[in-house]
Each structure stands twice: as C-alpha cells, then as structure tokens.
C-alpha cells in the first residue's frame, strides 16, 4: 500500500485529506508541523508528502529542503494558498514535483497524487 | 412560484405545519416578506412536532435573512442551524465569486475527516455538479431540482436511461464522481432569477435515514429564501462600491479644481508684493462670516454655498491679471482714468471666468463684488439684495482687508478703526447684515488679520 504524508497547520486540512486518500486505499499520516511531520518521514518513508508552504514555524521551503536531505526519491507536491511564483520556482528547484494552489479542485489533488504513486 | 398564504395570522405550529405542506406539495419558494408571526394561540399536539423543532427555527431565521448585510454571516447561521438540528455527517456552503470565476466553500461543519476545511475547496464552472444545476439539467433527475445521491444512483440502474439517454447516463456517472469526491448525499441549488449563486452540500444523516420530502422540499425554500437574501446584499455591495467609486472622484476631481483656483489666485497675489496674501486672507474673512450666515434662505438659493463661496472669494481679484502694473502698483493717487482701468478688473474677471460652465455662478459674484450696497457701485451700479450674496460678502471681507494692509498710495489703520470704518459704511456701501456677521464672526475671535500659513483649500 503507497503512503502518504500529509503536512498542513490546519488540523481540518489534515483530517479531511487524510480520510480523502483513506478512503481510496492509501495509508496515510498527517503532520500539524515541518517538525512533525520530519519526524514521521525518519521513521516511516512515506512515498509521497503533500506539504503546505505556508506555515506557522518551520514554513514549507525549509521542510522540503530537509525531506529532499533525508531521502531525495520522496515525492513532495505543494500545496499553497499563496500565488507567489518566487517560492514555486524555489520549491521546483529544492526537487518538489508539482504544486496545487489553494482552493483546490478535489479531482485534481486525486489526480496529482495518483499520477505520481503509479 | 406560487406559495398558499394563510389568510389569517395563525398560531405558530399551524404555521409550521401548514409550511410543511406546501414544502411537500411545491416545490416552491414563498414570499420572504410575507408576514407570518405568532399570534399566541394554543398550540395544536402533533407527535411529529418536536421532529420538525429545526423546521421552526429555520423558519424563523429566513423572516430575519433580509436583514443581513453581509451573506457570509447568513451561510454561517444556515450551517450552523443544519449542522445543529438536522444531524448530518457534514454541510457544507459554495458560493460564486466573480473574481475567483469559480464557487468556494465559504462554510463547513461536520465530523473528523468529513468536513471540508473552508477555503480549501473551489468548484470551477465546469464542473459537472455546477453545469447540471446552471444547466438545470438537475431537474431531470428530480423535479426538486435537487441533486440526491440515491436519484444519481437509482439513475445509473434505470436500464432506459443507458439505452435511450447515454448522453444522460454520461452526465449522471461524472455526477456521482463529484459527490463522493466531497460524500455529498443531497446538493441543493440556490437560484437568483437564472443564475446560480451557490450549492448546499448536505451529506448523509448520521442516524442511516433518508431524507424526507418535507425535508426537502423545505431545503428548496430555504435556497430560494437564501438566494434572495444573498442577491439582495451583492446588489448593495455593488451599489456601495459605485457610490465610493464616484465619491472617490468627485473628491480627487474637486481637489484639483479648488488647487487650480490657488494657484491662479497665488499667481494674482504674485504680481503684486503690496496685496501679497490678500486672497487667502479675503478668502478665509469670507468663510467666516458664512459661518454666521449659516440658515439665512439666501443661503439656499446657492447650490452649494459654501464652495461657491471659497472659488468665488479665491479669483474675485483674477481680473486685475488685464490691469497694467504701472497703475495696479502706482504709489500715490490714481487718476480718474487710472481708476476707470482698476475698474475694469471685475469685468475682466468674469469674463475670464464666463466660458467655464462649472463655474458660471462664480463669474456672477466676481463681477459684482464691487458693488455698493445702495447701488453706488460698479460696473453695474446694482442695490441692495439685487447684488449677490456672496459678492456682499466678499465687498465687506475685501475692504477690511485694504483697511488692515499697506497699500502703496495709503498706511494700514488698526483693526478696531476698520470695524468702525465698516459700520460706518453699513447700509450705504456694505449690506448690514453681512457687516453684523463680520462682527460677529470678530467676536468670537474668528477673523484675524495674521494669515495662517497652512492651506486653505481644504
């Protein structure tokens, strides 16, 4: 069974994906926090991490960089609320290999996610 | 759609009752206006009424939807009120945004994992979901319009609908795959005239039992009261933001007016180092005995007084710009000849003002502000109240200043001799009452002869 990891500061975020990728046969965690969710990955690699770039304390930018020094093959989408291109191009660059922008369309985040767990 | 309406304001459960059967007959809205209070008679014992307790409380918040001004706290007490009352898994409001060209979630409640985080979620304009409802193809699958998980489902199995309607049966899978992407069981749409504005998205009740047709159809009313009440503040939100746009202007517009007026009256001043500040001085005697002049009826005659007033008092000397220098700057007395060109100036200036329309009237009172009271005056040798008022006002406002200032063929007197030149004068040169609210306005400290070095535009 693929895993994923998803990482939002907002608890209703987190439930609500996690029981989304549940319910279409995925195991999945959920992290409140960069903190956390570093912590999870070093235990358990998940095969792909959904990660909000705007966060309270460790943001997304400086979460990727450490998930990308622990294990480069983890996938990591962004998922953001902000339209900045700057942080996007950061995020390409620091190895994230897609990025949704929030409010989301639901058939596309299952799209992203089930195109890069194939 | 048409709603029977109780003749007789009836006793709050009949009115429940009575509300619930035309919800399961029509599919219909009512008349959000339609006045429908308690008059305090006995309620009639019904087993079913405590299970419509929620019906109540909705009805009554729909009386009082009107009165929201803004339709996010509306949606808010909708969910709220569902969530409550009806026992759902979640519940969840998608309004249109113009500017997002798509519907959000604006409002959620639910159990873990079932809500849908508000703002996380948006529904584009083709989405299946959206185009039924705008398509009104909804209507195909119930005559509620409402889009129920079981229709969508019993739809699939109608062996009919895949042989004769594939194009349906089409619409009706790609249906489904939206509401279990957000587990809807009921979608119900929120019309204003042919627009939709937003979605309620309802998912199953937390008990396993379906929803019942009053149920429904009450969720129909509620839309259609929402809708209304949603329209209702987006028209005043447009309008508010017309109004700010065009005040917006008028204030930028009038600014650059009242400053252009500055500077062609700092551009008189210039030209003369004797009377320099005489304009903002007359201009700021003059606002203050309109002060005093405040409820007097010829004050109304004026569209706007006040601004007339200041434009007025600011160019009533532009005319002296056609006056030779030699005899504008002369030290000692003028000729008859000399004075006759001075005279000029009021005529030079209306006329310099004439051919801009805005300021038509102001081209009237710098004519006359060198009228006489008792018509001794020029250029027109008017009398009396056939002067204009502001033009009395700045002739009073004017020569106290000369009196105050040095002028090349005189010295300047106290002020305490200028107030009595200009009672004096009362009557024959000045109209009395302007000169009564000179003095008054002096009193009260609000003439002084030190011209305040801070803009007066404004």
């Known amino acids: 069974m693929k895993k994923i990891l998803i990482v939002d500061d907002e608890t209703d975020i987190c439930n609500f994906v996690q029981n989304f990728f549940q319910e279409r046969g995925y195991e999945v965690t959920a992290a409140l926090g960069g903190d956390d969710a570093l912590a999870i990955i070093k235990k358990d690699r998940p095969d792909l991490v959904l990660l909000d770039i705007k966060m309270k304390g460790m943001d997304g930018i400086a979460a990727l960089k450490h998930i990308k020094d622990i294990d480069r093959t983890i996938k990591v989408v962004m998922v953001t609320a902000l339209e900045e291109q700057e942080k996007m191009d950061e995020a390409c660059r620091l190895g994230a290999c897609e990025y949704i922008t929030k409010p989301l369309v639901l058939d596309q985040l299952e799209h992203t996610v089930e195109k890069n767990l194939r | 759609m048409p709603t029977d309406k109780p003749k007789k304001a009836p006793s709050w459960d009949k009115l429940q009752n009575l509300f619930v059967e035309n919800s399961m007959n029509r599919a219909g809205g009512k008349d959000p206006s339609s006045d429908r209070k308690a008059s305090g008679e006995k309620p009639e014992t019904d087993g079913s009424l405590a299970k419509y307790d929620y019906q109540a409380f909705l009805e009554k918040a729909s009386r009082t939807m009107i009165r929201f001004k803004k339709p996010e706290h509306l949606i808010k007490m909708i969910v709220r009120t569902i969530d409550e009352q009806l026992k759902v898994t979640h519940t969840a409001v998608l309004l249109f945004k113009a500017h997002k060209h798509s519907y959000i979630l604006i409002d959620s409640k639910g159990s873990r994992g079932l809500k849908i985080p508000i703002g996380f979620i948006k529904l584009v304009a083709d989405n299946p979901l959206i185009s039924a409802f705008s398509g009104k193809q909804s209507y195909l699958i119930s005559e509620t319009g409402i889009l129920r998980y079981d229709d969508v489902i019993a739809g699939l199995r109608n062996r009919e609908i895949l042989e004769r309607q594939p194009d349906l049966y089409d619409k009706l899978l790609l249906i489904k795959k939206q509401m279990d992407l957000i587990k809807a069981r009921l979608c119900i749409p929120c019309y204003f005239k042919r627009d939709l ?162 300021l038509s009237d102001v081209a009237k009172e710098v004519r006359h502000h060198q009228e006489c009271y008792d018509g001794s005056g020029y250029p027109d040798g008017l009398k009396g109240t056939n002067i204009p008022l502001i033009s009395r006002i700045i002739a009073v406002a004017d020569a106290f200043d000369s009196i105050t200032t040095d002028r090349p063929y005189k010295k300047k007197k106290r002020m305490e001799d200028a107030l009595a030149e200009l009672k004096r004068c009362s009557g024959t040169q000045f109209d009395p009452v302007i000169v009564s609210a000179f003095l008054l306005a002096f009193e009260k400290g609000n003439i002084t002869t030190v011209s305040p070095q801070k803009s007066f535009g404004q």
């Open chain 2, 197 to 358: 504005l937003g979605i309620l998205v309802l998912g199953e009740k937390i008990n396993g039992e379906n929803f019942s047709r009053e149920e429904m159809g009450f969720f129909v009313t509620l839309a259609n009261d929402a809708a209304m009440a949603i329209a209702n503040a987006m028209l005043i939100e447009n309008l508010q933001m017309k109004i700010d746009e065009i005040k917006d202007n008028y204030v930028r517009e009038h600014r650059i007016f009242i400053h252009t007026s500055i500077a062609m009256a700092a551009a008189i001043d210039a030209r003369d180092p004797y009377t320099h500040g005489h304009t903002e001085r007359v201009t700021t005697y003059c606002l203050a005995v309109a002060k005093e002049l405040e409820g007097i009826p010829e004050v109304n005659h004026y569209k706007n007084f006040r601004e007339t007033l200041q434009i007025s008092a600011l160019l009533h000397d532009i005319g002296k710009i056609g006056v030779p220098d030699h005899i504008l700057n002369k030290h000692g007395k003028l000729t008859p000849e000399e004075f006759e060109e001075i005279k000029k100036h009021s005529i030079i200036g209306s006329t310099i003002l004439s051919p801009i329309k805005e």
